[in-house]
């Protein structure tokens, strides 16, 4: 059968996870309506890592119909107090455990490099992510969860952007951790633009180490170019006219996408990061991505 399908709710982050005006219930609740395979989880959904709460949420996707393909978690890696890195590795290694919980063996739990710290430089930062991510690969392994590094773009609750956000950057990071049975990326082809990388180019750097994927898109508002909008440091920040839209529609080449993945033998989760402008636009980037998963992976 084709790749399965999940969905986050980006649209809804600061709700869950911000000022806790929904609930993730609230969520599973309103995602039986799509047609989805998986609800993604974000760990700032959770008021309680107990495994009674951890249980109900679990119970809630599944009598929804759903499965719980990833866990998106946001370590930060590169803070530059060691006793706050030792925090991070520790809770990464505790949401490895809550993965395994709510999405079972081969589930992906995301992990980013941290934040890009002004007085860290990039050889220093890419040592202590490094060293904090083979500190938890020993519990991915003993729960047989996978760990997906994304090309990212900045936490919702951060100060600074992505440490790893440009693709050199990235791509050292990588290489830096050579195991290939559970680590991997979680590619982000919208992430590339707004790092003001090409996602094409950078998924042909690592299709064969993808583990996971988010489909979302960006296009730009009537009379702005991406030039428009690059900084002076080459990246791109979240401007108001970088916009979330369907995808599909967007400035993302879909068909380039899924051509290389498959070439690649692609076999994880596409996930939508969508609904910036309402549940109408995440069943359309649903219906959009399961003809296009249908066509290029028709017996994956």
Excluded at 3 to 31: N, Q, T
Excluded at 280 to 292: C, N, P
């Amino acid at each position: 059968m084709p790749l399965k399908l999940s969905a986050f709710p980006k649209c809804y982050l600061e709700e869950i996870a911000g000022h806790r005006s929904m609930s993730v219930f609230d969520w599973i609740e309103m995602a039986r309506a799509l047609d989805a395979d998986g609800l993604e989880m974000y760990d700032g959904f959770f008021t309680s890592l107990d495994d009674s709460y951890l249980d109900s949420v679990g119970n809630a996707i599944r009598a929804a119909g759903f499965a719980m393909p990833m866990l998106c978690c946001s370590p930060d890696f590169t803070n530059p107090d060691a006793d706050a890195r030792k925090r991070a590795v520790d809770r990464e290694a505790t949401l490895i455990a809550v993965t395994r919980r709510l999405g079972g063996p081969r589930a992906v739990c995301r992990v980013l490099s941290g934040q890009r710290y002004p007085n860290v430089s990039r050889a220093q930062g890419i040592e202590w992510v490094a060293s904090c991510i083979e500190q938890v690969l020993p519990v991915a392994r003993e729960h047989d969860i996978v760990l997906g590094l994304e090309n990212h773009y900045k936490d919702g609750f951060w100060q600074y952007p992505e440490f790893a956000q440009k693709q050199d950057v990235f791509l050292e990071l990588l290489a830096a951790i050579p195991n290939r049975t559970h680590f991997g990326v979680q590619y982000d082809p919208s992430n590339a633009i707004v790092a003001g990388d090409d996602p094409i180019a950078l998924l042909e750097a690592f299709a064969d180490r993808v583990v996971s994927m988010h489909a979302s898109d960006r296009y730009l508002a009537e009379g702005t170019t991406l030039d428009e909008l690059r900084q002076t440091d080459g990246t791109l920040g979240y401007s108001p006219n970088l916009r979330h839209g369907v995808t599909g529609k967007g400035l993302n080449d879909y068909d380039a996408i899924f051509r290389i993945l498959a070439a690649h033998g692609y076999r994880g989760w596409v996930s939508i990061e969508d609904g910036m402008n309402g549940m109408d636009e995440m069943a359309q980037s649903l219906a959009f991505l399961r003809a296009k998963v249908a066509h290029y992976f028709p017996e994956a």
